[in-house]
Every structure is written in C-alpha cells, then in structure tokens.
C-alpha cells in the first residue's frame, strides 16, 4: 500500500468564495442515487472553518486494533486535492490545555492519562482496573498529546462559531463520544464533545447534539442527561448488547432534562431510504421543538454499509444526506468525526461531506494522492457499500418508534421549562476567557517556532555531518 508520507500543504486564512452549491433535494423524498443535475439554488453562503493537524493521522492504537488516526491523514489529503481549502478557512488548531480538559474530566484520571505510558504501564496496574484501560482503550504513545489534540480542536471548533467568526466548524479529528467524565470506553479518552459543547453552553441557551455513528453517543447523553439546555438525540443500534449496550427508546433523561435525551434505537441492515426518511422526520420535530442556538453533529462513519464493526447499510450519499438537511437550517454548526473502521470509507464520507458543508459539489472520480492504492479498484468518492446485511427494521417498527419520539417530543412543546433555559449568556465571561485563550494560543505559538526553529538547527548539524560520512542507506 502507498503509505510514504507526504507533506500536506495548506494556505492558512483561505478565503471563501462563491461555490457551485450542491442540489438539495425536497424534504422527505431523499432519493439515494447522487442529485446530479437537480441544482437547486441556495442562498445560505455559510463560513467554514476546517481544523486539521498532520500529526494526528500518525498514532497508533496497536496493530490488530480497529481504531486507526490514519484515516485522517487519508481525509485530509482528499479534501486538499479535491480543493475544498479553497472554499473553508483551514487552521492548524493549539493543544486542550489541563484546565480545559478539568472542565469535565475528573482531576485524577487527567493525571492517569498523563503520566501513564506503555514503558511505565506495568508499574502503573493497580489503577488500571479503575480506569477502564484494557484491549479496547490501550495505553499508546503519545496518548495524551493525542487526546490534547483532537480536543483542542473541538473546542477552537466551538468557540469559533461562538465568535460568529464560522458558521459552521469542521473537526473530523474529534467526535469521541464514549469517553467518560471518570474514565475511558469505546477507544474514547477525553470527550471533545462534552467539552465543546460546554464552550456554547456560555453562548447559546440550547444546544442540539445529534449523532449518526453506528453506536450510542453514551458518553455526551450522560454528561447532559439531566439539563434541559442540551438536547441529546442518537440514532444507532440497539439490542441491548451491542456496544456501548445503552440507548433504549426509554432513556428520555430525568430531572430538568427529562424529555430532552432522544434515542433512536435500529436494528440490522438499516438501508438509506429508511434511515434518511426517519432522521429527517425526527430531526424537523427536534428543531421545531427544541429551537437550539447551535448544533453539534457527530459524523461517525461505522454507520456505513461494509464497516468492519459496523452492521447498517447506508451508503456514503445518505450518510451526507443528513449532513446536508442539518446544513439546511442555517443555525451554526459544528461538524465531527467519531467511529469509522474501514478507514478508506471513512475518508471517502468526511471528505463528501466537507464538501456538502462548503456547498461545493465534488466529481466522483478521486483525485490522485500518493494514498491512492487504498481506494482501488473503482478510485470512486461513491463505492457500493449497501447490500452486505439483511434489513431488519420493518416498516411497521420503524413507524411504531417514529410516533414514540414524536409523542416524546410532544411533552416539550410549550413546557415552561423550554422558555426558561433562557439562560443569560455568559458572554461577559467568555470574552475575558477568549482574551487568556488567545494569550495561550500565542505563548503556544512562540514556543513551537522556537522548538522549530532548535530542530532545524539540529537537522542542519545532522547534515553537516552527513555530509562527511559515505553514502549510506536509509529510507
Ligand atoms: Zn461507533
């Protein structure tokens, strides 16, 4: 496989420009087969900020696991050379800081993440058992800086849109839902999401999050299970066993926040039709209920046909789909990964849909990049993924559970508590917290250049010296 590395180019502040915009079909009748031709005008123009950082396609989780950041390096490159940069705004965002991670996470399991590696791991056992460590959530290197990453990018994400700077923000890097204020699951350690969506909290009195991964979005549902500011709806399988083994049509929330947890729990083999025509019934009840100040769609991408762990068989035209109808409503919106296990799949679906955010449409012929073996044979944005697994969700279920949310959401229209989560924005706050961030931002800044800037006089001295030794091998 072509994996050598390639140095990914990027002009920062690209300007957006008026694009081709993708057609839009009408609101129920999605057709699966692409809209070619169908170009409907658009008005909406939005700003789009695309956060992406080459060293986060370099972890690893281990050789047999399913997790790999690889599929990053695989999306951006196909973003860069189908040319979306020049239609978003493409930052290279700075590290979560500690304290911004204790925004959510336990102090203790913040120290865990940082001060265990593989070297010290064996020494650091006994607190294993207590931390969920194990086959699914291994101790890697670099685990942390991984963590500080991603996370730091869902939350410049977030405070982007809140500056009206962005109307919508892209980080596939971010999405891991799973992770739990006190410990790890699901190949999730630090839960970008939970942390993003405190940053517009500050901001917006209410805040949708909706998930479209093949599992349960458990971890952001918990953090949120009893505000009636976030709404949490999930759409994924659900038997009862099925990892993460939560997201029954019955966990609607409690306290505050009763009614404003939605579960959308499907069986087997879910095709586009089905899934396309529920998530936009649901979603336009959702909207007009919960009216939320910004929304936070997490993209997983095991939710289509043929992924390793996967079992739905939504083709990556549908996936985008419900990007595109979350697109619609013109309320800022911030766009993330989350699962994906056939990763050459998953850079296919993140780079469609960057370009169904930035309205552009994109020929179904990949561009050429030196990871171009992965995508053979057919070198196509639009493989044929449906079809693997028998559809077990019958008409008659998939109504039956249409009417339940429907009903469930029902409950919300006119609550008093809806009116009430008005809660004075802590704008005045935010702003003197901006002003520190940019400080952080700018001291991170100075020290990589520095860093940079002592690597590169080490390199010049390596190649000094080189120069004195005979040719050798290397690669
Ligand atoms: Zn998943």
Partial sequence: MGRRKETITYPSGTISTSLNEGSVGSGLDFSPSLDAGATVAEHYRPRVSYYMREQAGNFHYGKQHPMKPHRLTLTNHLVLNYGLHKHMDVYE????TEDEIREFHAEDYIDFLKRVTPDNQAAM???????NIGDDCPIFDGMWDFCQIYSGASIE?????????????VNWMGGLHHAKKYEPSGFC???DIVLAILQLLRYYPRVLYVDIDIHHGDGVQEAFYTTDRVMT???????????PGTGA????????GKFYAVNVPLQDGIDDRSYTQLFKTIMTAVMDTFKPGAIVLQCGADSLGCDRLGVFNLSIAAHGECVRFMRRFGVPLMVIGGGGYTIRNVARCWTYETGIVCGAELPSALPDTVYRDFFAPDYSLHPQLSGRVVNHNTRAYLNALTARILEQLRYLKGAPSVQMSE??????????????????????REKEEKEDRAGRREHLAELYESDHDQDQEGD
Wanted: charged share 30%.
């Fill in 93 to 96: 965002p700075r590290r979560a």
């Fill in 125 to 131: 056992q006994a607190c294993f058992s207590s931390f």
């Fill in 157 to 169: 994400a977030a405070r982007k849109l809140v500056s009206g700077a962005a109307d919508i923000a």
């Fill in 189 to 191: 350690y630090v839960n």
């Fill in 233 to 243: 709806c999930s759409f994924h399988k659900y038997n009862g066993d099925f990892f």
């Fill in 249 to 256: 049509i019955d966990e609607m929330g409690s306290g505050l």
């Fill in 423 to 444: 809660a004075p924005p802590d704008i005045q706050g935010f702003l003197e917290d901006q002003e520190r961030h940019e400080k952080d931002v700018r001291a991170e």
